[in-house]
């Protein structure tokens, strides 16, 4: 049983929590993840790791609901527990194993969308801690779905956008980016993209067009999370990966977004959805639509 | 009187009824047939049998006892050699191991022995007859990596020799392939797999899940940072195969190990669970073996029309004889002599066939098998809308990689000695699938029960210097 220490909401549909994992904590690095396994009948969820403490064994993750099992998730409290939480899983963000004095050269800059902002962090925090402040562009529907705004500030040069205007400035993570490198000069040696895939497609468009080499944190189906099951399979420059030992991260130039999206439908088709309101009853929330789609 | 010549018949639930359930399909012996059966054993002097399992488990021997009606000592005979006879009762391949070499069979029908030791093992548990625990700890500190049979036995055989045992597990249930792998309605869950995972807890082995060996922590750590004086590795050989044919990533094409891991472990087929699974209504399954039938069979569960596509013919199917007979007396169809070339899908990806080309059978290959040949123009396709590949599987690098200086062959496997599982890395045994690829559950046993025998002598010799 892993007991979660803290828990938030982070926006309207948001929800942070630290939980004791120590093992997890321990040998963890930015851009891996964790499977929590909420009890007996939950689904297994992965979640990226969006921050740790190895002194105190504790790991946050930061999830939108998105069908039944992370819906019910949401309803956890400080003091509750999950009953599984296993990781860290994948390989961790290649930044944490270049030489250290290659990257204080490298410009780079991070784009997040909505949840995909919970992963972005603790990559630009190990980045300051190691003496290096890079741009972070987040991209949130709303002002009300912008989360973790003032820690991000703290550890880089934060540009905010919200898709309807609402808070700062109006536009998509992408209107951003081409802004800075095209209007403002800036030029970068790398670009870090983590949101829904649909919005990883547009930003690895636009950074091939910019020629800006860029990595992509893939978010498919998974199950087993340790390359047992072959459900997170992509299609990256023309070789099948297994996203969950793989990966997460792949050069987002590289990869199949068309099919990975269309894998990630599995299980939203008609009939699918039929299912899964049949099988969770009045559980059954979303997961077809409300979630986005694409998280 | 009962034709000596033929088995005792085992009592089995209907296959129109079974097939659209997950309960156990093969009901057992009940005692009077247990003995009944046992009384056509020969006690053979030089026990065929014997010979032909893999642990060598003293046949005549258990077989007299159940004939006498002493099930106790039945079941103490048997576990001298094997720590897992419920579940090997049940899976063993016994047609081409101990009952294919029984002096029975050669004019009639071999002693039922896989059957006599389910009843046994079954027996045993509804009396509360549990292994004795240690009777004293010996102090030293050891590893399990994996908790499927050859991990449980190496543990449960250590413990019992008085050592303090930790099994890692990754997944969040014990039982390895027992759990996610074979289903219910040929391995229950609960009665069975829980129950042996129980046994080895009650011999004081602490299981730890959720530890993913190589990410969680590695072998390097347990032994310098926690005080583990040796590690056995038998994580298994869980990496799918594909087939590598175009439309193989559309949709609805699962490996079988993702369908049976989310039917079996995430108990999909149950609606008080979250995780969903497809729900084909017409599935094909590649692949001959046990994990095919295995796949196929949930699927008809599931309510599908299922059809199993091999490339070579009846007589070549890797499965176990029973399961290909159960699974035809179910409805599944057979595809035989025929390989697929291609996975058809709609504009959205998802499947909608199956292209395949029929074969013939040629010359005998390295593996003594008639190699199929494909006969040019004879591509035909099935309307399918799930396909499943079931090609067998490979060790995961993830510990080998992890690890310094435990050394490979090149499929993947853990290089270990036969007698001792011992490997390249001092301290590091290992064994089942692991070390051989995807092979059997007895299999596995007796490499546990190696691997054990090894870090004894290991541990011993170290402080007797
Ligand atoms: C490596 C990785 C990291 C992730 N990190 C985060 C994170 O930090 N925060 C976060 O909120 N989410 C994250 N996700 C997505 C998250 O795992 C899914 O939202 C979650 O599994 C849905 O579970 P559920 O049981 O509630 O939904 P289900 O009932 O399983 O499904 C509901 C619907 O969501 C779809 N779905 C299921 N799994 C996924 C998935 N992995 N991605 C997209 N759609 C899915 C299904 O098709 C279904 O229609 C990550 C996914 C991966 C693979
Ligand atoms: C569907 C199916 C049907 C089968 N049917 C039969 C049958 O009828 N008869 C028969 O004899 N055999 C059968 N087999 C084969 C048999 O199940 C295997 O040979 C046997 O289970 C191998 O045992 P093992 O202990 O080596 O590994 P496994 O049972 O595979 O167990 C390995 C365990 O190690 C864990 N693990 C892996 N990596 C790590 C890590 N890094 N850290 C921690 N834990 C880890 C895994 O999660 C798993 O629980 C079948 C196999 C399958 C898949
Ligand atoms: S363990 Fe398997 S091979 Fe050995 S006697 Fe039992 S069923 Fe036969
Ligand atoms: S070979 Fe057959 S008949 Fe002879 S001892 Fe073994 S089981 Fe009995
Ligand atoms: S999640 Fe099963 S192989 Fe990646």
Redesign the interface.
């Known amino acids: 049983m892993y007991k979660i220490l803290n828990a938030e909401k982070l926006s309207a549909n948001v929800f942070l929590m630290d939980v004791e994992a120590p093992?997890?904590a321990k040998?963890c690095l930015p851009g891996q993840f964790v499977i929590v396994?909420m009890d007996e009948?939950?689904?297994?969820i992965p979640l990226t790791i969006c921050d740790y403490d190895a002194e105190k064994g504790t790991v946050t993750i930061v999830f939108q609901p998105a069908?039944?099992?992370t819906t019910?998730m949401a309803q956890l409290k400080a003091g509750d527990y999950f009953?599984?939480?296993?990781?860290?899983?994948g390989q961790p963000s290649e930044l944490c194993h270049e030489d250290l004095e290659e990257l204080k050269k490298k410009k780079i800059v991070f784009v997040a969308g909505g949840v995909g902002t919970a992963p972005v962090y603790p990559q630009v925090k190990w980045l300051h801690e190691h003496g290096i402040t890079a741009d972070a562009i987040v991209g949130a529907k709303t002002k009300d779905l912008l989360i973790l705004e003032d820690k991000m500030k703290e550890v880089c040069n934060l540009y905010v956008t919200t898709d309807d205007g609402s808070y700062v400035r109006k536009g998509m993570g992408t209107d951003v980016l081409r802004d800075l490198v095209q209007n403002q000069g800036k030029e970068y040696d790398l670009c870090v993209a983590i949101g829904p895939m649909i919005m990883m497609k547009f930003v690895c468009l636009l950074t091939k067009e910019l020629n800006i080499p860029t990595v992509v944190s893939m978010n498919p189906i998974m199950?087993?999370g340790?390359?047992?099951?072959?459900?997170c399979?992509l299609?990256v420059g023309g070789e099948?990966k297994f996203a969950c030992?793989d990966g997460p991260e792949f050069d987002g130039h590289k990869v199949d977004f068309d099919?990975a999206m269309?894998?990630q439908?599995?299980?939203k088709?008609e009939?699918?959805r039929a299912?899964?309101k049949?099988?969770?009853g009045d559980t059954h929330h979303g997961g077809c639509g409300h979630c986005g789609g694409d998280k | 009187m009962a034709d000596v010549l033929k088995k005792v018949p085992v009592r089995e639930q209907a296959p129109k009824v079974r097939a659209t359930n997950f309960e156990e399909v093969c009901l057992g012996y009940n005692k009077e047939e247990a003995m009944e059966e046992a009384n056509r054993c020969l006690g053979c002097k030089k026990a065929k049998c014997m010979e032909g399992c893999p642990v060598s488990i003293n046949i005549p021997g258990f077989v007299h006892e159940v004939k006498e009606g002493n099930f106790e000592k039945a079941y103490q005979i048997i576990g001298e050699s094997s720590a897992l006879p419920a579940v090997c009762g049940r899976v063993c391949p016994q047609e081409t191991q101990c009952e294919g070499r029984c002096i029975r069979g050669m004019k009639g029908e071999a002693v039922s022995i896989g059957k006599l030791e389910r009843f046994v093992a079954d027996w045993a548990k509804e009396n509360g007859i549990k292994p004795v625990p240690a009777a004293q700890k010996n102090g030293h500190k050891v590893a399990v990596i994996g908790s499927g049979p050859s991990g449980l036995t190496c543990a449960g055989d250590l413990a019992k020799m008085g050592y303090d045992v930790t099994i890692f597990e990754a997944l969040h249930k014990a039982g390895g392939v027992l759990v996610y792998g074979i289903p219910e309605f040929r391995l229950p869950k609960d009665k069975v797999v829980a129950a042996e995972v129980e046994n080895v807890k009650s011999l004081g082995v602490k299981i730890e899940t959720n530890v993913i060996i190589g990410k969680s922590v590695t072998i390097d750590e347990l032994l310098k940072d926690e005080g583990f004086e040796a590690v056995f590795i038998g994580s298994g050989a869980g990496l799918p195969m594909f087939m590598g044919i175009p439309g193989e990533q559309a949709n609805g094409v699962f490996s079988a190990n993702e369908y049976l891991t989310r039917n079996n472990l995430m108990k999909a087929f149950r609606e008080d669970y979250d995780t969903p699974i497809a729900h084909g209504k017409k599935v094909a399954v590649v692949g001959g073996g046990n994990v095919a039938m295995d796949a196929a069979r949930t699927a008809l569960r599931l309510g599908a029309e299922v059809h199993i596509i091999y490339r070579r013919s009846e007589a070549e199917l890797p499965a176990r004889k029973e399961e290909v007979h159960h699974a035809k007396e179910e409805g599944v169809q057979f595809d035989l002599l025929c390989n697929p070339v291609e996975i058809l899908t709609d504009d959205k990806d998802w499947v909608t066939g199956i292209k395949c080309i029929r074969m013939e059978l040629g010359e005998p290959d390295a593996s003594g098998r008639r190699r199929p040949v494909e006969i040019p123009g004879s591509e035909f396709t099935i309307d399918v809308d799930t396909v499943i590949m079931s090609l067998g599987t490979s060790p995961n690098p993830l510990i080998s990689s992890t690890t310094i200086g435990l050394d490979v062959n090149k499929r993947k496997c853990i290089i270990a000695d036969e007698e001792f599982g011992k490997t390249s890395k001092e301290g590091v045994y290992a064994g089942g699938d692991a070390v051989t690829g995807a092979a059997t559950v007895i299999l596995a046993m007796g490499a546990g029960k190696a691997g054990a025998r090894g870090i004894d002598e290991y541990i011993k010799s170290k402080y007797a210097k």
């Open positions: 093992r997890v040998h396994k009948v939950g689904e297994r069908g039944a099992s019910r009953e599984d939480f296993v990781g860290p899983l199950v087993d340790t390359g047992m099951c072959g459900a399979r299609m099948v030992v099919l269309k894998r439908q599995m299980y088709t009939e699918g299912l899964l049949l099988q969770e």
